[in-house]
């Protein structure tokens, strides 16, 4: 089992790729069946051997015997292949959407930001708390308004209608005149005390009772940014993909309704669709403020802070003009009591066992605002496509907390 669910696993990860950012359906896994179990054999090369060969002509007792010559075949094996061998047959199964999670999201956690943000992260409702004896006739329960008023009456030994029925059939039967006043007397007093109780009371009335409680914050909101300029390539832009693609898996995890805003830039910022972000290209220069002001921007028009929790996703090759790198780090600044948590991931360029262009003017901007508060924004280089889920599981791994 085990073995099966590291293959699963392996195997869910390697179709992220595949994926759009938004696609919420079913995933098709496809695993190779190795139902192979280790068991014992006899040792070929011990022990007598009896064997008998019909129609042998060829060999004499003290012979050996060579093994057959690879012949072509499509017998067990795959198509073609040799000598009747067997190669392993793949299985293909689909897992639903909450299955795909929970096997590629198995070990890790979101940081927990709600309680260390909860200053600013505000939700209440109104729950039922019980029945309270004054409020406004909209909240009025009549059956418990109705029970109240009955046990009044009984606590207060209100007379039944069956006793002056009873007394008034009395009467009619009655012929001495002096009992017939009698049973009057006691009908007339009967009729007044019943009266004097009356059948609804104000301390009767009972509303509906209802307390502001809080409400755990169920939506979210992803900011994709990425610098769309001539320096972020196909590949960069593939390894950055795969990074919007697994946050967003894992947070749609959290989180009943999630939206994506797709932010890119080079010396402007635009707000755009999925397939714009991932392949136009521009050509100038980069302004990351500019993406940094329309989030902000987007988040105050859009996305109150007291009903959204916000999240922020980057990718970039560490380029930005320099005059702008102390503009960019002022309104990110001012953007951190707004936000959850931000994940930057740099993209840089590796030829063989050499990395270049290590160190850029954004990590130096963020390493700032990251060890002001290691929680709320993490950062990560990336070089190559298979680093992309080491360096997601560096962030969210549940001892990393």
């Keep these: ?58 060999y004499q007792p003290g012979d050996t015997i060579d093994k057959p010559k690879k012949k072509s075949s499509k017998g067990r094996g795959s198509e ?15 897992l639903n959407y909450d299955e795909y999670l929970n096997i590629i999201f198995d070990d890790l956690e979101l940081p927990d930001l709600i309680k260390a943000s ?58 001495d005149a002096e009992k017939r006043t009698d049973i009057e007397e006691e009908i007339s007093k009967l009729k007044i005390l019943a009266n004097s109780i009356g059948f609804l009371d104000n301390v009767d009335l009972r509303y509906n009772n209802f307390t502001r409680t809080p409400k755990p914050i169920t939506q979210a909101v992803m900011f994709c940014i990425m610098d769309v300029s001539y320096s972020m390539g196909e590949q960069e832009k593939i390894i950055a993909k795969k990074f919007f693609l697994l946050l967003h898996l894992f947070l749609k995890r959290r989180y009943k309704n999630l939206d994506v805003v797709f932010v890119r830039h080079h010396n402007a910022a635009v707000e755009c669709d999925e397939t714009s972000f991932f392949t136009d290209r521009e050509s100038g220069g980069t302004i990351v403020s500019s993406a940094y002001r329309l989030v902000d921007q987007i988040i105050k028009d859009r996305y109150p802070t007291d009903s959204w929790n916000i999240y922020v996703a980057q990718a970039s090759d560490g380029d930005n003009a320099s005059n702008d790198v102390d503009v960019a780090h002022d309104v990110m600044k001012n953007m951190m009591s707004m936000i959850q948590f931000m994940a930057y991931i740099e ?36 070089y190559d496509e298979d680093d992309v889920i080491n360096v997601f599981r560096k962030f969210f791994t549940r001892n990393n907390e």
């Excluded at 292949?81 to 199964?93: A, C, I, K, Q």
């Excluded at 004896?133 to 909240?139: E, I, L, M, Y």
């Design 1 to 58: 089992m085990e073995r099966f669910r590291t293959k699963i696993r392996d195997s869910a990860r390697k179709s992220i790729g595949d994926r759009s950012i938004k696609d919420d359906g079913d995933q098709e896994i496809t695993v190779p069946a190795d139902t192979d179990e280790p068991h014992f054999n006899h040792r070929q090369d011990s022990g007598d051997w009896d064997y008998v060969l019909p129609g042998n002509q060829d």
């Design 80 to 94: 073609g292949s040799e000598g009747g061998e067997r190669l392993e047959d793949e299985f293909t199964f689909f």
């Design 118 to 175: 909860g200053n600013f992260i505000e939700a209440h409702k109104l729950s039922r708390a019980g029945f309270t004896t004054s409020g406004v006739p909209t909240n009025l329960n009549v059956e418990r308004t109705a029970i109240a008023g009955l046990s009044r009456r009984i606590a207060l030994k209100s007379p039944k209608l069956s006793r002056i029925n009873e007394l008034e059939a009395l009467l009619e039967n009655e012929e």
């Design 347 to 382: 993209i840089l360029a590796r030829q063989g066992t050499l990395v270049f262009s290590s160190t850029t003017n954004m990590w130096d901007m963020l390493i700032e605002l990251h060890q002001d508060d290691p929680k709320k924004i993490m950062m990560q280089q990336i």
